[in-house]
């Protein structure tokens, strides 16, 4: 076994395990820094068990490596170049607080987290990694990973890469980064960010904050009372079931706010907005938009610009705004259409 310090990557007192010489079973002895295992090159089988004591056992290609709670502390383990398979087991559940990392490194690698609170990297490639039970933080790194948080409370980070990041159970944090990723939040109260490129995010279950970042964005808030802001872009935007606030943001969105009662604001550009059923209150804003209330008692203000405005079933409020307006009341079987310049306001417009 050899062992040497690695300062510069991490501090002065760090250790680092080399186990592409092996020889044997070891001892260490210290009381800061972190225990660094690397498996370097190789196509690895990696298991890492953490006993109820928090000590833990690692098995590499079949031989066997043991820390106690003290010496796992802070323990990383890193796959190395090569496709590898991580898998860990076991959770503590008294003794001295351990920390273990796991990072894949350079290869498509498959890292199976525990039932605890788990620290997984994939590094680079196109990475598959599962966070299990437990409040875990995943990051794909560079490529085009497969990431599956599980249950619990856990943080995703997509990196580089068109990655396809589901959420699971749990109130979870979601980032995509770079890419053109597919992001499910799953149950729970989801903070979903898309991050740069033309994503799809589908909220799931629970009342989830999404942002869709730089690009053209798919977002669909599904059940439960969402936030959605369409940022930069070209956006289709559907609240689905729920009482939804939604904000365009830059670019010329299509909106739909489905059922509940929705706000709904367009933002810059030349916005196409369907409220839906449910008691909506819709703003323009900037850009000559196409507003259309749908079905119940809605709110609709055109904003800046030429926009044509649609109350649909029920009793609404219309107002043009600044721009010369078109204005239709009625449904699809009996419709009246009318100019309105500045300013001009129609109130309880109802179709019978």
Same mark, same amino acid.
């Given at each position: 076994m050899n062992l040497r310090h690695l300062g510069r990557f991490f501090d002065r007192n760090s250790t680092s395990v080399d186990m592409g010489n092996r020889n044997g079973p070891f001892g260490m002895k210290f009381n800061t820094g972190k225990v660094v295992l690397d498996a370097r090159g190789g196509n690895?089988?990696?298991h890492v068990h953490q006993n109820m004591d928090g000590s833990v056992k690692v098995n590499v290609n079949g031989k066997d490596y043991n820390f106690t709670a003290e010496q796992a502390? @802070?323990?990383?383990?890193?796959?190395?170049? %090569?496709?590898? !398979?991580?898998?860990?087991? &076991?959770?503590?559940?008294? &003794?001295? #607080?351990?920390?273990? !990392?796991?990072?894949g490194g350079k290869g498509n690698d498959t890292i199976y987290g525990s039932c605890g609170d788990d620290k997984l990297i994939g590094g680079k490639g196109n990475d598959t990694i599962y966070g299990g039970g437990g409040n875990d933080y995943i990051n794909g790194g560079k490529g085009s990973d497969k990431l599956y948080g599980g249950c619990g409370n856990d943080r995703i980070v997509g990196g580089k890469g068109n990655d396809t990041i589901k959420g699971g159970c749990g109130n979870d944090s979601i980032s995509g980064g770079k890419g053109r990723d597919s992001i499910h939040g799953g149950c729970g109260n989801d903070s979903i960010s898309g991050g740069k490129g033309n994503d799809r995010i589908f909220g799931g279950h629970g009342n989830d904050s999404i942002r869709g %970042? #730089?690009? @053209?964005? !798919?977002?669909?808030g599904g059940c439960g009372n969402d936030n959605i802001q369409g940022n930069k872009g070209r956006d289709r935007i559907f609240g689905g079931f729920g009482n939804d606030t939604i904000h365009g943001g830059k670019g010329s969105d299509t909106i739909y706010g489905q059922w509940g009662n929705d706000l709904i604001i367009g933002g810059k550009g030349n916005d196409t907005i369907d409220g839906g059923s449910g008691n909506d209150r819709i703003q323009g804003n900037k850009g000559h938009d196409h507003l259309r209330g749908g079905s119940g008692n809605d709110i609709i203000h055109g904003g800046k610009g030429?926009?044509?405005?649609?109350?649909?079933? &029920?009793?609404?409020?219309? @107002?043009? &705004? #600044? %721009?010369?307006?078109?204005?239709?009341? %009625? @449904?699809?079987d009996q419709r009246s259409t009318m100019p309105v310049g500045p300013g001009m306001i129609l109130k309880h417009i109802s179709a019978r």
């Open positions: 690895d089988k990696i502390k @802070n323990l990383v383990i890193k796959g190395g170049r %090569g496709n590898d !398979t991580i898998t860990m087991s &076991g959770h503590q559940l008294y &003794g001295p #607080k351990t920390s273990i !990392t796991i990072d %970042g #730089k690009g @053209n964005d !798919t977002i669909d030429w926009d044509l405005l649609v109350g649909g079933d &029920g009793h609404d409020y219309l @107002n043009g &705004g #600044k %721009g010369w307006d078109r204005i239709i009341q %009625g @449904n699809d």
